[in-house]
């Protein structure tokens, strides 16, 4: 099975700042990656998927790379509404999710 | 629009079971790959099992593997997943969610809560 180890698990920014967090996979899944927003008491939102795909709607300040094993999400300018617990999910070979970060908008 | 509509969760005692049921609507539910996901209390989600359009493929995680039964009704554009011997780590809410892959729409859940 697939392992996904996602860092950090929670970090706190300040509205305008750029945040960064970190997928790895313990072993390749190609760019069969996706990234998903879930705030409290809702189902999980699709971002990205295919590494750096960004899904119809979602705006451009959330954006993806990574390749194999490595992979990375971006929100360039953290708004007061991206609060939130992001995961990443590999599905390359069956599917995994990450343990989560967790967004505080300071 | 898409709509997913989970029911089915109850409480149960450990070693019973339970049928969940998800309920389409919005788009062509017979071309789509259907998911079961689940999310314990604080936890990251967890895949449950998928079924392809057509019923190509079905594929269940370790731990569903022999006590759940994912199906689907495409003449009623329904998902159901049948749990049997219940644990209490099998206490979630669980999501049905479309797509191949990576899910494009969930439903809000259904809660199961397995104890005695």
């Known amino acids: 099975d697939i392992q996904m180890t996602q860092s950090p698990s929670r970090l706190s920014a300040s509205i305008g700042d750029r945040v960064t967090i970190t997928c790895r996979a313990s072993?390749?899944?190609?760019?069969?990656l996706a990234w998903y927003q879930q705030k409290p008491g809702k189902a999980p939102k699709l971002l990205i998927y295919?590494?750096?795909t960004l899904e119809d709607g979602v705006p451009s300040r959330f954006s993806g790379s990574g390749f194999e094993t490595e992979f990375t999400f971006t929100i360039s300018s953290l708004q007061p509404d991206d609060s939130a617990t992001y995961y990443c999910?590999?599905?390359?070979?069956?599917?995994?999710f990450g343990q989560g970060t967790k967004v505080e908008v300071k | 629009d898409v709509q997913l509509v989970e029911s089915g969760g109850a409480l149960v005692q450990p070693g019973g079971s339970l049928t969940l049921s998800c309920a389409a609507s919005?788009?062509?539910?017979?071309?789509?790959?259907m998911n079961w996901v689940r999310q314990a209390p604080g936890k990251a989600p967890e895949w449950v099992a998928y079924?392809?359009?057509?019923?190509?493929?079905?594929t269940y995680a370790d731990f569903a593997r022999g006590r759940f039964t994912i199906s689907r009704d495409d003449a009623g554009r329904s998902l159901h997943l049948q749990m049997s011997s219940l644990r209490v780590e099998d206490t979630a809410v669980y999501y049905c969610?479309?797509?191949?892959?990576?899910?494009?729409?969930w439903g809000r859940g259904t809660l199961v809560t397995v104890s005695s």
């Open positions: 969610a479309r797509g191949e892959g990576f899910p494009d729409y």
């Open positions: 295919k590494s750096s």
């Open positions: 999910l590999q599905y390359g070979n069956f599917r995994t």
């Open positions: 079924m392809s359009a057509r019923i190509n493929t079905i």
């Open positions: 919005g788009f062509p539910f017979s071309s789509y790959t």
């Open positions: 072993q390749s899944v190609s760019r069969w």
